[in-house]
């Protein structure tokens, strides 16, 4: 009997908690579904509210955007009655025209519906009518009917910008003219840009707020080609279930898929035009993950009441022990684990010194503070998250074994990806060109280190771009690294106009006194050449040391000469940022030279060279241009700046040293590289430059000079230089008194010394070298030909002489084994000299080809060289250069043909 009963009670027992627990699931369930329904009730309220009052405001907007676009057309038409006269002018002038007219674009449409002239030019060739039949109906209503026809507010199929449509059809075209504005650019046209921002951005944007369950909501347009969002102009509809065409139809779909659950639903709208009655829809995902949780403990919490409740009814000790210990424990248990899932826990009235109930009041209190930490904490999180995301510099993390681990939003535009697809990416496989600088800077960067940017050049798409590369180790974690990428491609390319700009202003600035120098030694050929022909016609037996020393001094002044142009070559070349060694006191010294050859002679101008070769690394053209800027601003300093009762004159002092900077220097340099460093001083006893302007100097476009005579990019340049460079340069200055400008360059690590030996200059004059054989000699100027031809026949070789590449080329063919050598001048018309060296190489490849021009900046010279040129010649020479050049080349051939 006893087991009959016990089997009986527990069979009631379990019987009896099945029925509870069934009991307790299903009215949960059903009460989070009435929950869920009631969200669903509330969320589409709501956003059925928004839309109305924001279907109020677009047609608010829709009419305000039809008035002033109509106003716009009749302007248009007016000036423009005849629509053909659009077609001839291009895309770019149409787009300034547009903006003048108060329009986004202007559009012509020819009879066949296709847009053939356009301010944009990605649409000319679109053919509209094929949007839809009502579309290309409405089109064909409105041609030569002489009306301006707006219609309503129409979403782009291909960028979701919202824009309003202008037509006119007039009576003696076929042609139609069309004219659009945005809804953005009306809003900053007319208002305050953050009203529109609002208006398209923040509206809708609230409500997932204080509702765990919904985990977001968008509002899509409802077109044939991309369904765009609403509420953000960059977004898309991903139409993972294929429900747009039900949609299409005004269905409400509901779609669960694990633990999430979408909603779909259309709705209504006036103001957007589209080809469907409900032209928006909704989407609104639900997390059912926390409900099926619940649903989980709330069938354990059953089973477990269903296992105590005999114990509950046979003993009554239960009930104190239930009272005094079991609930507050329960209660401290389902609090301690409501923190773990994140929850806050349940407060109650705890009456009684019971100390478990006191403990979960301390747990409840403790759980309420970790709310605020959490909630800050996460507000900090979502801060500095959007930070990254918004930095214009693309942000990756990658692991030990190269792998990507996170991204940011720039990253992810910059390469055109998805921000999934590049995170667990192998950072190489990305950015193939960068594995090899990435080992590398990899070994140099220690824990928390940051490794200087470095510029890498990766080609895509056919083009050229340039992207500073850096890397630093994250905090705590060695084995991670960031990576930083900047696309610098457009800043270079304007730091490269800034600069080439203010070198020739440079330039123009010290043209005057090059002129002068030049006119010089034109006066001294001339005065020479006037001599010798004097004593020539008087003197029957002229003096021959005399004419040799006239010949002698004409010589000389044509080096002089030929030395000035190459300086001006040197000076306005582009290409000048090539890091190579050279000496500061040599380019120190032509800068001052430039400086005393253009200045204003009340100027004193003063050079203290190092006493020996002051060896530096970097571009010499770009240091030379620091320093004729920074003397050319000392020098108007003590001229033109000066008042107009001041006297002009001073002294512009420039010097080269070394020196051992000092700790406390580098504590206010903290980002310089210790040793040592040379130091360029350029001073002067000019104005000086005021206290409140010394801050400002080296900003872009900042000058104190009076108008047209200066373009304020001067120090904004030289500082750029400086800095790529790794120097730094200081400032000091009296009002009145003067300026100090100094330039600290680091010495190269590669120069363990401060100087190299100093290459020996010859005396005397170079012999003639003589020889024998046959030279092509070509070149368009008929003076320089004949005077070639004339020096390489008294240097004892047979010289055939051809006016241009191509009749150069008819000799070589009749006899190509004629020649043992060609001199060959880069620039001719028609058939270049690089063409000729080419053509040369094709019919006779063992022929040695000798490259000559007057400009030795010329890039063909350095393709020429590359394309297998023997050597450069640079124009003006001299017979001794010519034959020792000739000789040189020659040398390899005749031993070889002595050996054949």
Excluded at 283 to 295: A, C, G, R, T
Excluded at 351 to 369: C, F, T, V
Excluded at 561 to 572: C, P
Aim: glycine share 8%; charged share 20%.
């Amino acid at each position: 009997m006893r087991k009959r009963l016990l089997v009986f009670f527990a069979a009631v027992i379990l019987l009896t908690g099945t029925l509870l627990i069934g009991i307790a699931g299903n009215t949960f369930w059903q009460s989070q579904r009435k929950i869920i329904d009631q969200m669903q009730e509330d969320i589409v309220g709501q956003v059925e509210e928004r839309v109305a009052n924001f279907d109020l405001l677009l047609f608010w907007t829709e009419e305000a955007m039809q008035k002033e676009g109509t106003e716009a057309m009749a302007r248009l038409i007016s000036d423009y009655p005849e629509i053909e006269k659009l077609l001839k002018i291009p895309p770019a002038e149409l787009k300034k025209m547009a903006s003048s007219y108060g329009l986004d674009e202007i559009y012509v449409i020819d009879p066949n519906q296709i847009v053939v002239q356009s301010s944009l030019i990605s649409d000319i060739g679109i053919d509209i009518g094929k949007f839809s039949r009502r579309f290309s109906r409405f089109l064909r209503d409105i041609v030569g009917s002489r009306r301006i026809v707006a219609q309503k507010l129409v979403p782009s199929s291909t960028t979701g910008i919202i824009n309003t449509y202008f037509y006119y059809g007039s009576p003696a075209s076929p042609y139609l003219l069309e004219g659009s504005i945005s809804v953005s650019s009306f809003f900053g046209k007319n208002y305050p840009p953050h009203f529109y921002d609002y208006l398209f951005h923040d509206y809708f944007s609230d409500l997932t707020n204080g509702r765990s369950y919904v985990t977001s909501i968008g509002i899509y347009h409802l077109s044939h080609g991309t369904q765009w969002s609403l509420i953000d102009e960059d977004r898309s509809f991903v139409d993972r279930f294929a429900v747009v065409p039900q949609l299409r139809e005004g269905k409400t779909i509901t779609i669960r898929e694990g633990s999430l659950l979408y909603r779909y639903q259309p709705l209504q709208i006036r103001s957007v035009t589209t080809d469907f009655s409900y032209p928006l829809f909704i989407e609104i995902v639900y997390d059912l993950s926390p409900i099926q949780v619940i649903q989980k403990e709330s069938f354990a919490h059953g089973f477990t009441l269903m296992l105590f409740f005999p114990f509950i009814i046979i003993i009554p000790f239960i009930y104190l022990l239930q009272k005094l210990f079991l609930n507050p424990l329960s209660a401290i248990e389902a609090n301690i684990h409501k923190i773990e899932r994140g929850e806050h826990p349940s407060k109650r009235d705890h009456s009684g010194d019971n100390d478990l109930q006191a403990i979960d009041s301390a747990i409840i209190k403790m759980a309420e503070r970790i709310d605020e930490r959490t909630g800050e904490l996460q507000k900090t999180r979502n801060f500095f998250r959007n930070i990254i995301n918004a930095m214009p510099s693309a942000i990756f993390i990658v692991n030990e074994t190269g792998m990507i681990e996170s991204a940011n939003d720039t990253a992810a535009s910059m390469f055109g990806m998805e921000k999934g697809a590049i995170v667990t990416m192998a950072f190489d496989k990305l950015l193939p060109e960068v594995s090899p600088m990435l080992a590398d800077i990899t070994k140099r960067t220690s824990h928390n280190s940051v490794e200087s940017p470095r510029l890498l050049k990766i080609n895509r798409n056919q083009k050229e771009l340039l992207f500073a590369l850096s890397i630093f180790t994250v905090q705590g974690k060695n084995s991670q690294r960031v990576i930083r990428l900047d696309d610098v491609t457009e800043s270079k390319r304007k730091d490269e106009q800034i600069r080439q700009a203010q070198r020739m202003e440079t330039i123009g600035y010290l043209a005057g006194g090059l002129a002068h120098d030049f006119n010089n030694i034109l006066g001294g050929i001339s005065g020479t050449v006037s001599l010798m022909k004097l004593e020539l016609e008087e003197e029957p037996s002229p003096n021959r040391d005399t004419i040799l020393h006239h010949l002698e001094t004409i010589s000389d002044s044509v080096s002089s000469a030929s030395q000035i142009v190459m300086q001006m070559l040197t000076l306005a070349k582009k290409k000048g940022s090539e890091k190579k060694i050279f000496d500061l006191n040599e380019i120190a010294g032509r800068s001052v030279e430039f400086l005393r050859n253009s200045t204003d002679k009340s100027v004193e101008i003063a050079f203290t060279p190092f006493t020996r070769a002051a060896i530096c690394e970097g571009s010499p053209s770009q240091i030379e241009q620091v320093i004729l800027n920074l003397g050319i601003n000392g020098i108007h300093a003590m001229t033109t700046m000066r008042g107009k009762k001041e006297e002009y004159g001073g002294k512009l002092s420039i010097s080269v040293e070394r020196s051992i900077l000092s700790k406390e220097f580098f504590a206010s340099h903290p980002d310089s590289s210790r040793g040592g460093y040379w130091n360029i001083k350029v001073s002067d006893t000019g104005i000086g430059i005021p206290e409140e302007n010394r801050q400002k100097i080296f900003d872009p476009f900042f000058s104190t000079k009076s108008r047209g005579r200066g373009t304020g990019l001067g120090l904004t340049m030289v500082y750029n230089i400086v800095q790529q460079h790794g120097g730094i340069i200081e400032i000091k200055s009296t009002d009145g008194e003067g300026t100090s400008f100094i330039i600290h360059l680091p010495l190269p690590s590669s120069v363990m010394t401060g100087s190299l030996p100093t290459s020996a200059r010859g005396s005397g004059h170079a012999a003639i070298i003589k020889g024998s054989g046959t030279v092509l000699f070509v070149d368009d100027e008929e003076m320089l030909l004949s005077n070639g031809s004339a020096m390489l026949h008294a240097c004892g070789y047979e010289v055939t002489t051809a006016s241009s590449g191509k009749n150069a080329m008819e000799l070589l063919r009749k006899a190509p084994d004629r020649y043992d050598i060609a001199v060959v001048d880069i620039i001719m018309p028609e058939f270049s000299g690089l063409e000729c060296l080419k053509a040369i190489q094709k019919e006779v490849p063992s022929l040695p080809v000798i490259l000559t021009s007057g400009n030795s900046g010329d890039e063909q010279i350095s393709e020429g060289i590359e394309a297998g040129a023997a050597a450069f010649l640079p124009k003006p020479y001299s017979i001794e250069t010519l034959s020792s050049l000739i000789a040189d080349t020659l040398k390899p051939r005749l031993i070889l043909k002595d050996e054949l």
